[in-house]
């Protein structure tokens, strides 16, 4: 992973873990754990970095909903 993809997963993990109210750890650990982080954040950087905040954040919140790693 390089420096630019790393600082983006960094930052999701920060901003989810901020609008969910979990720690960084249990966001990071929920990603992982459901594949969300190594199958769709790190891959799909490209893209997923041009997508404002909001968006972004909506965006995961959603995909950890369908993962079941989140509430509904």
Avoid: W
């Avoid at 873990?17 to 769709?40: F, H, T």
């Amino acid at each position: 992973m390089d420096k630019n993809t790393l600082e983006f997963v960094t930052y999701c993990i920060s901003k989810l873990a901020q609008q969910l109210k979990l720690s960084q750890k249990e966001v990071y650990n929920r990603l992982k754990s459901s594949g969300i982080l190594d199958s769709y954040i790190v891959p799909s950087y490209d893209v997923l970095h041009t997508f404002s905040s909001r968006y972004l954040m909506n965006d995961l919140i959603d995909y950890m909903q369908e993962k079941g790693v989140l509430e509904k």
